[in-house]
Nanobody, 125 residues
Framework: QVQLVESGGGLVQAGGSLRLSCAASGRSFSRYSMGWFRQAPGKERKFVAGIRWSGATTSYADSVKGRFTISRDNAENTVTVYLQMNSLSPEDTAVYYC????????????????WGQGTQVTVSS
């Protein structure tokens, strides 16, 4: 059974930090590209950050470059992907989703095969 389970969301003040985690199991996710997306109320789901299966290649949306860092741990049965978020602002408020793609890293949600249920991040001003 494929599972992507996000955790680490919550309420934080502007300027603060959060670390999101995504535990992926049920497939050989060690060979998958992994991405973080976010969706604010009434808006489309947008790419935040992505990482290639080896961890050697990462990609970020312009809005989070220099503030967010994606990383991954390819353990034998569960791949865990992290998103370290620093210098948060109210504009970062959204539901954050983890996604997996069995191919090259791309910043488009429709190309991803598996999704988590999302975790809410709320940044207060």
């Amino acid at each position: 059974q494929v599972q992507l389970v996000e955790s680490g969301g919550g309420l934080v003040q502007a300027g603060g930090s959060l670390r999101l985690s995504c535990a992926a199991s049920g497939r050989s996710f060690s060979r998958y590209s992994m991405g973080w997306f976010r969706q604010a109320p009434g808006k489309e789901r947008k790419f935040v950050a992505g990482i290639r299966w080896s961890g050697a290649t990462t990609s970020y949306a312009d809005s989070v470059k220099g503030r967010f860092t994606i990383s991954r741990d390819n353990a034998e049965n569960t791949v865990t992907v992290y998103l370290q978020m620093n210098s948060l602002s109210p504009e970062d408020t959204a539901v954050y989703y983890c996604a997996a793609r069995n191919s090259i890293l791309l910043p488009t949600a429709t190309y991803y095969d598996y999704w988590g249920q999302g975790t809410q991040v709320t940044v207060s001003s």
